[in-house]
């Protein structure tokens, strides 16, 4: 129980952050087809950003993180604008590649400015310490975590639900066609749905930056989570982006507790594998019936 307890309390905010990358996968996929193999190393880029303010500049913290994430917003956009929207006959397996170069080339870039020394510790964001609860110690950067990622995902489902902006996302991940001949401007809509994912990628990167230290590669393995749970309880669910980052995170955690991480990616991408043979749309995925 000593291990156990703890293990899940950190297991769960762990998968917070997994979820808030699966959602950002989910929604960028239902509102344009595609999903961002950049997203990691766009939040990383971003991550490095503050912590040049921080370290460079001196600048105040919660200043350079608003600026961290205004950066990463207009990241967002000015890629989507200047290397995504502009398809060949609409293909998306073309934009999917693209996604993958970009990853490549913000690697490059921050190696190109930021290689020697890495990694680098960045400076607490969260409560250093914890406390002890009948023998057990408990990590208040833990509850943190959990208690941001929760805010930030009630705040976007209650977005999604009850605004224009929200609504005519829905819309436009149900049909952009139909939204296109409303008057919806999609590729406008589509920029923000971009620059909005690419902050959620950095808010992962900055809350998780005390303990992965920061470097180049530092989001990859969120980023493979986050994947791997948007896909197994499906690209076109919502709350199933949710529910399979904590899954993975309980899982991962409890398991590499006490078993390894080996073990614990054994049993994670085994499992993904079989869901996605049984029911390749993902465990909360809808199949998409096209009348023809």
Same mark, same amino acid.
């Given at each position: 129980?000593?291990?156990?307890?703890?293990? !899940?309390?950190?297991?769960?905010?762990?998968?917070?952050?997994?979820?808030?990358?699966?959602?950002?996968?989910? !929604?960028?996929?239902?509102?344009?087809?595609?999903v961002n193999f950049a997203q990691g190393t766009m939040g990383a880029l971003s991550a490095?950003? !503050?912590?040049?303010?921080?370290?460079?500049?001196?600048?105040?913290? *919660?200043?350079?993180?608003?600026?961290?994430?205004?950066?990463?917003? /207009? $990241?967002?956009?000015?890629?989507?604008?200047?290397?995504?929207?502009?398809?060949?006959? %609409?293909?998306?397996?073309?934009?999917?590649?693209?996604? $993958? *170069?970009?990853?490549?080339?913000?690697?490059?870039?921050? #190696?190109?400015?930021?290689?020697?020394?890495?990694?680098?510790?960045?400076?607490?964001?969260?409560?250093? +310490?914890?406390?002890?609860?009948? &023998?057990?110690?408990?990590?208040?950067?833990?509850? @943190?975590?959990?208690?941001?990622?929760?805010?930030?995902?009630? &705040?976007?489902?209650?977005?999604?639900?009850?605004?224009?902006? %929200?609504?005519?996302?829905?819309?436009?991940?149900?049909?952009? @066609?139909?939204?296109?001949?409303?008057?919806?401007?999609?590729?406008?809509?589509?920029?923000?749905?971009?620059?909005?994912?690419?902050?959620? +990628?950095?808010?992962?990167?900055?809350?998780?930056?005390?303990?992965?230290?920061?470097?180049?590669?530092?989001?990859?393995?969120?980023?493979?989570? &986050?994947?791997?749970?948007?896909?197994?309880?499906?690209?076109?669910?919502?709350?199933?982006?949710?529910?399979? &980052? /904590?899954?993975?995170?309980?899982?991962?955690?409890?398991?590499?507790?006490?078993?390894?991480? #080996?073990?614990?990616?054994?049993?994670?991408?085994?499992?993904?594998?079989?869901?996605?043979?049984?029911?390749?749309?993902? /465990?909360?995925?809808?199949? @998409?019936?096209?009348?023809?």
């Open positions: 129980m000593n291990l156990l307890l703890p293990a !899940v309390i950190s297991g769960v905010a762990v998968g917070m952050l997994y979820g808030l990358l699966a959602f950002a996968t989910v !929604v960028l996929f239902k509102a344009t087809g595609t490095f950003v !503050v912590w040049r303010m921080l370290n460079g500049y001196g600048m105040n913290t *919660a200043l350079a993180v608003v600026l961290g994430l205004v950066f990463s917003v /207009l $990241l967002g956009v000015v890629t989507y604008q200047l290397a995504v929207r502009f398809r060949d006959g %609409g293909d998306a397996g073309n934009t999917l590649v693209r996604t $993958l *170069a970009l990853s490549l080339l913000f690697a490059a870039l921050i #190696d190109r400015l930021w290689s020697a020394g890495q990694p680098f510790q960045f400076p607490q964001l969260l409560t250093p +310490g914890g406390f002890s609860l009948a &023998g057990i110690r408990f990590s208040y950067a833990a509850f @943190e975590t959990l208690a941001v990622a929760a805010v930030l995902l009630t &705040g976007f489902g209650l977005l999604f639900r009850f605004t224009n902006v %929200g609504l005519l996302t829905r819309a436009m991940a149900d049909s952009r @066609e139909v939204t296109r001949l409303l008057g919806v401007r999609n590729r406008r809509l589509a920029a923000a749905v971009w620059g909005v994912t690419a902050a959620l +990628g950095a808010v992962v990167a900055l809350l998780s930056a005390h303990t992965l230290f920061l470097s180049t590669s530092m989001m990859d393995a969120y980023l493979l989570y &986050g994947f791997t749970a948007a896909i197994a309880f499906g690209l076109t669910s919502l709350p199933g982006s949710i529910i399979g &980052g /904590l899954v993975i995170g309980l899982i991962g955690n409890v398991v590499s507790t006490y078993q390894g991480s #080996d073990w614990a990616n054994i049993l994670m991408f085994g499992v993904l594998v079989v869901v996605l043979i049984i029911r390749p749309q993902g /465990l909360l995925g809808r199949t @998409e019936v096209r009348r023809v």
